[in-house]
């Protein structure tokens, strides 16, 4: 089993619709969690930390659920723009500070 | 510019060369990371710094990869006796320090023929 386990999609929705995204992770450890949006052929670019508590920023939403293991992104509204690669991103934690990547969860928004 | 520099953009080379792949994170950043991503993967930990030393090297796939960072800022990444399944975009990333979010430079792309 994989670290950090993401579904590839892609995700195929129009303009306005929610779209959510769930990422898996192995170590019950793990400390810090992160949501990394990369568009094609650039480099990642933070879109938003994951608290405990869940927190939002405008459109997006991101929750942690520590029983289940997993992390979500919620999308409100889709727009064009947000067409990219989503990439959840766990700090394993037990001391280690090393970020493990899932594969990423394309993104496709549609007129 | 004050973000994360990478330098050289694109790397095309032969099998058997040796390259250098060098990044210069933001200033003020302590943490260091390289990253190696091939296409429809996300980006795979190799190595990274906390000041000058390596904190944590376990990524590195073999003893012909190889990090340093000498003054606690610059980094140069080394591959020795270049391999085709060394082909990927070279990612370097900095952070204030270990465990907060990174910032990631624009990438190598490296083609090894």
């Known amino acids: 089993r994989k670290e950090v386990e993401q579904d590839p999609g892609p995700f195929n929705v129009p303009e306005g619709a929610t779209v959510a995204f769930n990422c898996t992770y192995s170590?019950?450890?793990?400390?810090?969690f992160f949501w990394y949006r990369q568009d094609c052929r650039k480099e990642p670019k933070l879109l938003m930390s994951v608290y405990s508590s869940g927190n939002e920023d405008g459109r997006f939403t991101a929750q942690l659920n520590r029983a289940s293991q997993y992390i979500s992104l919620l999308i409100r509204d889709s727009k064009l723009s947000d067409s990219a690669t989503y990439l959840c991103?766990?700090?394993?934690?037990?001391?280690?500070?090393?970020?493990?990547f899932g594969r990423g969860t394309s993104l496709i928004v549609h007129p | 510019g004050a973000g994360v520099s990478q330098t050289p953009s694109n790397k095309v080379t032969e099998k058997g060369k040796y390259v250098e792949l060098r990044c210069d994170p933001i200033?003020?950043?302590?943490?260091l990371y390289w990253y190696r991503q091939s296409l429809g993967q996300g980006p795979e930990f190799l190595i990274y710094?906390?000041?000058?030393?390596?904190?944590?090297d376990s990524g590195l796939p073999n003893d012909r990869f190889f990090a340093v960072r000498p003054e606690g800022s610059v980094s140069t990444l080394k591959i020795q006796r270049t391999e085709r399944g060394d082909s990927a975009v070279y990612l370097c990333a900095s952070s204030p320090t270990s465990g907060q979010p990174q910032h990631f430079g624009d990438g190598t792309r490296l083609s090894i023929l």
């Open positions: 200033s003020g950043h302590t943490a």
């Open positions: 710094f906390q000041g000058t030393g390596a904190a944590d």
């Open positions: 170590n019950s450890a793990s400390q810090s």
């Open positions: 991103v766990v700090n394993l934690g037990g001391g280690s500070y090393i970020p493990t």
